[in-house]
């Protein structure tokens, strides 16, 4: 078997209400799928985290390096692209395009054997992951606590035992989010917030000692993650546990945070850390270290499906019989084209989504959906 081609999909919707993270707003949905065509007719989906335009344009630069290549040596295709890429990109783009390659791969490899990609991997440990609801955006021109309550408690209702909300627009607006979301969705729901990094050492220790009351599970990204230091600083000053790791891609950048002791989770992106292949050798620097894993997942259904894949195969931790169950990451904002590009959409049922069975990701591609929401 032989790559024939490896192109992108460039997926766009413009949003009629934009929203805010701590330091970004966006006006539209934005995502880029990697296709990877064979001499036998298999073909396989991958999705890159990050922007779509420059992620697509890597990949571009990349096909020539595969094409011709047996899409069955994975290893052999991934450091081939790495070891030609490494001088410019050891963090970033590098990695989100190579995630989206290494996904679409794996796809091919679990179509070829006829077998899911957690099979290929050594096995499913579980075959349900209970999901939390992630939201609480700030609406541009609106009332972040209002609107994150009043989302989150909706949430709960439809069967999400967790929630999380994006923080990091000022600590007592922040502070009154936390408030109202809590009082919302009652003491029993499992709350995280989720600063994307936008406060310093300072604040992130107020917010972290300040939201505790609030029964917080995980403090996401209180600062910026290329200052490991302050990760060190803001674990050691508040009572919440630290999670982070969304944007630290590949082994190096985790082994180094691991190393530094900056988070009480790791949140690895299949879609961002070099795909699936960097992802499972993530999952040995956890477990020397004991750290808890929580994967990190925002995309389409091709990113939810290799999400689920990788969560699959999450060795227990402790391997006790009342282990932490990881949780899955939902995103509940609006997206039209995220479950409709897939012939049959990856939904909760009561707050649990099942890994797909079928051979590959388990997922099949909507071709005129994709084509209608496709930009060149
Ligand atoms: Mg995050």
Not at 85 to 104: E, K, N, P
Not at 330 to 339: G, Y
Request: contains cysteine.
């Amino acid at each position: 078997m032989k790559i024939t081609a490896i192109r992108t999909h460039i997926l766009h919707h413009d949003l009629d209400q934009p929203f805010q993270s701590s330091f970004s707003v966006f006006r539209a949905r934005r995502h880029c799928l990697v296709e990877i065509e064979t001499d036998t007719g298999l073909t396989g989906w991958g999705e890159c985290l990050g922007p779509a335009d420059i992620n697509a344009a890597v990949v571009a630069s990349m096909a020539p390096l595969a094409i011709g290549a047996n899409p069955l040596d994975i290893e052999i295709i991934w450091l081939t692209l790495y070891n030609q890429f490494r001088d410019q990109g050891q963090r970033g783009v590098m990695h989100t395009a190579l995630s989206g390659i290494d996904i679409a791969l794996w796809d091919i490899a679990g179509k070829h054997h006829d077998a899911p990609i957690h099979q290929l991997m050594g096995g499913a440990w579980r075959k349900s992951i209970p999901a939390y609801a992630t939201g609480g955006f700030r609406p541009e021109g609106g009332d972040h606590a209002t609107a994150c309550a009043a989302d989150m408690a909706q949430y709960v209702r439809e069967g999400f035992g967790a929630v999380k909300i994006k923080i990091g627009y000022g600590i007592e607006s922040d502070m009154r989010a936390i408030a109202a979301v809590r009082e919302a969705i009652g003491p029993d729901a499992e709350l995280m917030i989720d600063a994307n990094h936008g406060y310093d050492v300072v604040d992130a220790v107020t917010v972290g000692q300040r939201a505790a009351e609030f029964n917080v599970l995980w403090f996401e990204e209180p600062v910026v993650p290329e200052s490991l230091g302050a990760y060190q600083q803001v674990c050691a000053r508040q009572p919440l546990p630290v999670a982070a790791g969304e944007t630290w891609h590949g082994r190096w950048a985790v082994a180094e945070a691991l190393k530094q002791r900056t988070v009480h989770i790791l949140q690895p992106d299949v879609c961002g850390i070099g795909g699936l292949s960097e992802a499972r050798k993530i999952l040995t620097l956890a477990d020397i270290d004991q750290v808890r894993v929580v994967p990190h997942v925002w995309g389409t259904a091709v990113a939810l499906a290799a999400g689920l894949h990788f969560h699959a195969i999450l060795p227990p931790m402790p391997p006790s019989h009342e282990q932490f169950s990881p949780r899955l990451e939902f995103d509940r904002t609006h997206n039209p084209f995220r479950q409709a590009i897939v012939t049959q959409p990856i939904e909760h049922q009561n707050g649990f989504v099942a890994v797909p069975n079928g051979p590959g990701l388990g997922i099949e591609i909507n071709r005129s959906v994709l084509e209608s929401f496709t930009v060149s």
